[in-house]
């Protein structure tokens, strides 16, 4: 039987999932791959470099509703300070953003 590497609840728990709302989205200059986010988690903003430029055009962002982790270490990524990381789906060729199927409030916590 295959090991798997299990996390505990405990460690799950530590991660905020919130809902974003995008407000703005442009390229990072100098990267084929990162787009900048500007995102409303309703009480706050938030910048967020995603690597997505290759699946995502910044006008089809705008105004789409994603989910990402709040409570990540903020990092610079090209110059630019992250503030968290988007959630999406991939196999390789394709991505999929993660998004709610009913309309809900920027910044509502995943649980």
């Given at each position: ?14 991660l905020d999932l919130r809902l974003a709302k995008v407000l703005n ?12 986010l500007t995102l409303s988690l309703g009480d706050e903003e938030r ?64 649980s």
């Open positions: 039987m295959e090991e798997k590497n299990y996390v505990g609840i405990e460690d799950f728990l530590k989205a442009e390229r990072v200059e100098g990267s084929e791959k990162l787009l900048k910048t967020v470099v995603a690597g997505i430029a290759k699946f995502y055009s910044p006008e089809e962002l705008v105004g789409k509703k994603i989910l990402i982790v709040t409570n990540l270490k903020p990092r610079k990524i090209f110059g630019i300070e992250s503030q968290g990381m988007i959630l999406a789906l991939s196999d390789g060729e394709k991505m999929s953003l993660l998004v709610p199927d009913r309309d809900i409030e920027e910044g509502s916590k995943a």
